[in-house]
């Protein structure tokens, strides 16, 4: 019998890859499935590249999407939706994203974070009930034994010379687009302007974030200079990171020596080391640094409904003055338990992150190998375009490009003063899958 095959989409390098490729870990190592990592813009290529028994994507909330899921059910492969950013705080983003205007998408398993994305699926999708699977956030289990063990030792040892340390992590992805042409920012949200009403007026959501970004150095500022703590400041994967590496340029020698800018490194690369995290409005890093017991801060700026959620606003201090920080910073210190929150912090995992405990990923794996189990082999059915398309993928994996990538500005990329090409950093490329599955073997070896 042929092996079975699952291609699971990727969709952001540094987001998601990491819980991916932990799921398809537990897939080969436990399960004897094959498994295919592959860049999202790559859908349409894996059918003949792989001939899949199962593919899993990050959403089908878009038109072509939901088209191409029912033409993956006629052929008999089974389909599975993972959403990478699954606490979907305001409802109409939720009801968008539970299938409210592609209802007639397929889907044979849907993994939710929570069973309040699970109850919207079920009122906007009623003929997929039994196909919703509440099983928490894979990624999380990177805080529990035996993944956390990947991250017990620092790759900078500056990491554990250095006290207080004060992790901050930004999230300011609106603001991004404000460096990025009108026109492609205006396609970004053509699908959300007419469906989520808070989207209406997105440029007004842009210009509130960037305010947002902009005083949040006039925190920063304040840090270095009224505390005698260490700043590592880590940027959201979809920002600019120029925007930080030119502030930290203009400090003062003896400031900057106080900053690290983490502009490649996972979350789980710095936040096990640090003493406090301060996030900026709703993120999710306030709830990861909870797994750990960290003390956590949230600034607070225009509290605009896109970016600011109460939900996890009273989970957490609140701060809105740089000229407070300093003060907030230091009694944090002397308190880290932070005991006032711990109630309410349990009740807002439970809600929002089926109660993390280490196992998601597994669950995940597991019912994909069930389902495969009492699933008849497909009937592969390919065109002219699906071979074409599947050559070219095979193509750039042999020379460990990314699909979506383009050769000519990757190299344009290396040359001194030009800018990488931005996509290079966020589609995956054969040789990132391949180290995070030897990383995860060995820590499996260390467990027998």
């Known amino acids: 019998m042929k092996q079975k095959t699952v291609v699971i989409l990727v969709d952001s390098k540094k987001r998601d890859l990491m819980g991916d490729v932990l799921i398809a870990h537990h897939l080969e190592e436990t399960f004897g499935i094959r498994c295919e990592l592959q860049p999202l813009e790559s859908w349409r290529s894996c059918l003949s590249a792989f001939s899949p028994h199962y593919i899993l994507f990050n959403h089908l909330t878009s038109s072509h999407l939901a088209e191409f899921s029912n033409r993956l059910k006629k052929m008999g492969i089974l389909v599975g939706v993972l959403p990478n950013e699954g606490i979907l705080y305001d409802r109409e983003v939720l009801d968008y994203n539970a299938g409210k205007f592609h209802a007639n998408a397929y889907m044979d398993h849907y993994f939710c974070w929570n069973s309040v994305h699970g109850e919207a699926l079920v009122h906007h999708m009623k003929h997929l009930k039994d196909s919703i699977r509440v099983i928490g956030v894979p990624r999380f289990d990177y805080y529990f034994e035996p993944w956390k063990n990947l991250f017990a030792h620092p790759k900078d040892p500056e990491?554990?010379?250095?006290?207080?340390?004060?992790?901050?992590?930004?999230?300011?992805?609106?603001?991004?687009?404000?460096?990025?042409?009108?026109?492609?920012?205006?396609?970004?949200?053509?699908?959300?302007?007419?469906?989520?009403?808070?989207?209406?007026?997105?440029?007004?959501?842009?210009?509130?974030?960037?305010?947002?970004?902009?005083?949040?150095?006039?925190?920063?500022?304040?840090?270095?200079?009224?505390?005698?703590?260490?700043?590592?400041?880590?940027?959201?994967?979809?920002?600019?990171?120029?925007?930080?590496?030119?502030?930290?340029?203009?400090?003062?020698?003896?400031?900057?020596?106080?900053?690290?800018?983490?502009?490649?490194?996972?979350?789980?690369?710095?936040?096990?080391?640090?003493?406090?995290?301060?996030?900026?409005?709703?993120?999710?890093?306030?709830?990861?640094?909870?797994?750990?017991?960290?003390?956590?801060?949230?600034?607070?700026?225009?509290?605009?409904?896109?970016?600011?959620?109460?939900?996890?606003?009273?989970?957490?201090?609140?701060?809105?003055?740089?000229?407070?920080?300093?003060?907030?910073?230091?009694?944090?210190?002397?308190?880290?338990?932070?005991?006032?929150?711990?109630?309410?912090?349990?009740?807002?995992?439970?809600?929002?992150?089926?109660?993390?405990?280490?196992?998601?990923?597994?669950?995940?794996?597991?019912?994909?190998?069930?389902?495969?189990?009492?699933?008849?082999?497909?009937?592969?059915?390919?065109?002219?375009?699906?071979?074409?398309?599947?050559?070219?993928?095979?193509?750039?994996?042999?020379?460990?490009?990314?699909?979506?990538?383009?050769?000519?500005?990757?190299?344009?990329?290396?040359?001194?003063?030009?800018?990488?090409?931005?996509l290079e950093e966020k589609f995956i490329r054969p040789h990132d899958v391949k180290e995070w599955k030897n990383r995860l073997r060995g820590v499996s070896r260390k467990e027998v």
């Open 159 to 422: 990491l554990i010379t250095k006290r207080p340390r004060i992790l901050v992590c930004t999230n300011f992805g609106f603001a991004a687009c404000k460096e990025m042409p009108r026109q492609v920012v205006d396609r970004l949200f053509q699908p959300w302007k007419d469906r989520i009403s808070k989207y209406h007026n997105y440029w007004d959501i842009i210009e509130a974030n960037a305010r947002s970004r902009d005083r949040l150095f006039l925190h920063l500022v304040a840090i270095l200079e009224k505390t005698d703590c260490f700043i590592d400041l880590k940027p959201h994967p979809r920002e600019n990171p120029d925007i930080y590496v030119n502030w930290h340029r203009g400090l003062s020698p003896v400031q900057r020596a106080r900053v690290k800018l983490w502009l490649s490194e996972t979350l789980n690369e710095v936040l096990p080391f640090c003493d406090l995290e301060i996030s900026c409005e709703t993120c999710t890093t306030a709830i990861e640094s909870w797994l750990l017991q960290k003390p956590t801060i949230e600034l607070v700026f225009e509290r605009n409904p896109v970016t600011f959620h109460e939900d996890v606003a009273k989970t957490n201090f609140l701060c809105d003055n740089p000229d407070v920080l300093p003060g907030l910073i230091v009694r944090t210190l002397k308190n880290p338990g932070q005991m006032e929150f711990q109630g309410l912090r349990k009740q807002h995992l439970a809600k929002w992150c089926s109660s993390p405990a280490g196992a998601s990923s597994f669950r995940i794996a597991e019912i994909i190998a069930d389902s495969l189990e009492k699933a008849p082999e497909p009937l592969w059915d390919f065109d002219f375009q699906d071979w074409r398309r599947g050559i070219k993928l095979r193509f750039k994996n042999s020379l460990d490009l990314a699909y979506g990538s383009n050769p000519w500005k990757l190299l344009l990329g290396y040359i001194y003063g030009t800018k990488k090409y931005p």
